[in-house]
């Protein structure tokens, strides 16, 4: 199918939406953009984000973020396309003549889009494709230039209720598909598992899971982190890894070590401390590069190595960092 912005420039290709300005407590967010941090010794890749979206007090175009991020020390990203407007706008960007070089994409339906895919329109009671329709052109979508992951696919249980029968089972068979895709173009999958650690683990069992297989935002504990470590997947730690609270997330990465691990903003959500709230971008990651370091007790370098090694893995690129 061909894409509606096929020849636009990346430069000119405007924000799907905007990040709402009042966090989930109720209260109205500072949207001012946190100041850049230290730069990293050694250059990491961003595993996900979402450049689709707007933040911030000041707008800032897609070029902005690979500027900001690669002064911070990251110099690649892989946005997420996770509706299917920002899945064609994934795909128009990276199809893009000017779309800078450091940028790769990934698109899937989202675990909750699957389910309102499945129930014919979206939260606003607009009618949508059905979910066939919506995975078919992301199957297609997928196969353009740019394209380096099916993700991010899996469960949600957190906003889309289990027992909600219709959800439940549009979810379910939603990442079964997203698996037999990632398999068919051999690529790997991003996981989004919200809530869902055990039916997740059971599906991919189940299916047998890609060969490389990422939980994005990895939330589990300690004995689930050695579960996926065990069976050969990776985990890929977002600015959560940073809050105060999250004592067991870091004991899931202290289990683990660096072997199979990846960093990752989930930008514009999941800003890392001492910036929650605010607006996120890849230039944020020397923060949770630097609690990865401490966790695991590794120097801030040896981290940077080492996630740069498995983002180089999993994904056959980017081509390795000037010593
Ligand atoms: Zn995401």
């Not at 892989?78 to 899945?87: F, K, M």
């Not at 699957?114 to 995975?135: M, Q, S």
Request: charged letters at 25%; glycine letters at 8%.
């Amino acid at each position: 199918m061909p894409s509606p912005h096929e020849n636009t420039p990346a430069s000119a290709l405007p924000p799907v939406r905007d990040r709402e300005d009042i966090d989930p407590r109720g209260k109205t967010r500072d949207r001012s953009w946190p100041p850049a941090p230290e730069p990293l010794p050694y250059p990491v890749i961003d595993n996900h984000c979402h450049l689709d979206f707007a933040d911030g007090d000041t707008q800032l175009s897609v070029q902005d973020h690979v500027d900001r991020a690669a002064a911070a020390g990251i110099d690649a990203q892989i946005t997420i396309g996770s509706d299917l407007e920002a899945v064609r706008w994934t795909a128009s960007l990276l199809a893009a003549p000017d779309c800078p070089s450091s940028l790769r994409g990934g698109v899937a339906v989202h675990p909750n889009e699957a389910a309102l895919h499945a129930r014919g329109h979206d939260h606003d009671g607009r009618g949508i494709v059905g979910l066939d329709a919506a995975i078919a052109e992301v199957s297609e979508l997928l196969r353009g230039p740019g394209m380096v992951v099916v993700g991010e696919t899996g469960l949600d249980w957190f906003r889309t209720s289990r027992k909600d029968e219709q959800a439940r089972e549009a979810q379910i068979s939603s990442f079964r598909a997203h698996i037999a895709l990632a398999k068919e173009l051999d690529l790997p999958l991003q996981i989004h598992d919200r809530d869902a650690h055990r039916d997740v683990l059971e599906i991919l069992e189940a299916d047998g899971a890609p060969e490389r297989t990422v939980f994005h935002c990895f939330s589990g504990d300690a004995e689930f982190a050695r579960r996926c470590a065990d069976r050969g997947w990776y985990l890929s730690f977002a600015g959560t890894v940073t809050f105060k609270n999250a004592t067991d997330l870091r004991a899931a990465l202290a289990e683990v070590g660096l072997g199979q691990v990846m960093v990752e903003t989930d930008a514009p959500f999941l800003t890392p401390v001492p910036y929650r709230g605010r607006p996120n971008s890849s230039y944020l990651i020397p923060l949770t590069m630097a609690t990865i370091a401490e966790t695991t007790g590794a120097s801030l370098e040896e981290a940077c190595r080492a996630v740069r090694a498995t983002t180089q893995d999993v994904y056959g690129w980017p081509e390795a960092a000037a010593a």
